[in-house]
């Protein structure tokens, strides 16, 4: 008998390819067929929460000419796209895939991106801003901390934090671009 090609998919994480969500991708995996180190090899890049390599990084994995390529978030799905226009490319958590170019449609994606996106786009910092007003009626102020560089973020803010006005909240936002910078913020 012949044995059954072994697949390989390229993973890009933000900071390590470990947790909840990885566990039921594989999970996953396994439930249709596809088990690591039986008919599946998965070659781990991870950032450590250093988004100035994603491009180098994305640049690795495509070299490396995987069936396929998955990472979570709009910067690594851009470094990916960027990199690539021949191996598939699916993301995770991209709020705007259309806005940001990543994919044509929701529908039809085209290209060789495609991914989920389980954010609501246009109400998920304003639905927390909501929930903050609720359980602090008294606040008048807060800090929030992103990072600009990540374009769902750029996005979000421009869009969202002005509802926290309308809320009577003024936001103060803070920029975390590394793990470094997180204690200091």
Same mark, same amino acid.
Not at 10 to 13: E, I, R, V, Y
């Given at each position: 008998q012949t044995p059954a090609k072994t697949a390989r998919i390229?993973?890009?994480?933000p900071v390590r390819c470990a947790g909840p969500g990885y566990t039921a991708f594989e999970d996953e995996l396994r439930k249709v067929g596809w088990e690591e180190g039986r +008919?599946?090899?998965? !070659?781990?890049?991870?950032?450590? &929460?250093?988004? =100035?390599?994603?491009? !180098?990084?994305? #640049?690795? $994995?495509?070299?490396?000419?995987?069936?396929?390529?998955?990472?979570?978030?709009? *910067?690594? #799905?851009? $470094?990916?796209?960027? $990199? *690539?226009? =021949?191996?598939?490319? #699916?993301?995770?958590?991209? %709020? @705007?895939?259309? !806005?940001? &170019?990543?994919?044509?449609?929701?529908? @039809?994606?085209?290209? +060789?991106? *495609? &991914?989920? *996106? %389980?954010?609501?786009?246009g109400a998920f910092l304003a639905k927390q801003f909501e929930i903050l007003r609720d359980l602090l009626p008294q606040a008048q102020r807060i800090a929030l901390l992103a990072n600009s560089g990540n374009d769902d973020h750029r996005l979000a803010l421009a869009r969202e934090v002005p509802v926290a006005s309308q809320l009577g909240l003024q936001v103060d936002v803070v920029e975390v671009r590394t793990p470094e910078e997180v204690s200091a913020a």
């Open positions: 390229g993973m890009l994480c +008919n599946l090899i998965i !070659e781990r890049r991870a950032l450590e &929460g250093h988004y =100035e390599r994603v491009r !180098e990084v994305a #640049a690795e $994995a495509v070299r490396s000419r995987p069936d396929l390529i998955v990472g979570p978030g709009a *910067t690594i #799905a851009r $470094a990916l796209k960027d $990199a *690539t226009s =021949e191996i598939p490319v #699916a993301f995770s958590f991209v %709020a @705007r895939p259309v !806005e940001l &170019g990543l994919v044509q449609s929701l529908a @039809r994606p085209g290209g +060789n991106v *495609t &991914g989920v *996106t %389980a954010i609501s786009p």
